[in-house]
């Protein structure tokens, strides 16, 4: 199993998917071959948050341009983020 990042394809953040996937396309092809990205329909940055639905400013953003950026909760895509995250770690450390 390869490590994995967790992306939010309504994520408005940094480019959500496509900016991982960019990311990963940037790495060196031996590098590239032991990471994935998994993307989340409809899920927004930081999706496995408990509370509500809100929105912050945050010059971070955006490649440094700063923005306002939406969070909304997603159980679902937290479930299997988090079911995601145990079998790589189970996986890794069965070696």
């Known amino acids: 199993m390869r490590p994995s990042g967790s992306s939010s394809a309504a994520d408005d953040y940094d480019g959500g998917q496509a900016a991982c996937e960019a990311l990963v396309h940037e790495l060196a092809p031996a590098d590239a071959a032991h990471v994935s990205v998994r993307a989340f329909p409809g899920a927004t940055h930081e999706f ?4 509500g639905p809100h929105e912050f400013n945050d010059p971070g953003a955006n490649r440094r341009q700063g923005g306002i950026i939406h969070v909304r909760s997603d159980p ?3 479930e299997q983020a988090r079911d995601d995250m145990v ?5 890794a450390f069965k070696r």
């Open 48 to 51: 496995y948050v408990f509370d």
């Open 76 to 78: 679902e895509a937290r």
């Open 87 to 91: 079998q790589f770690f189970t996986t």
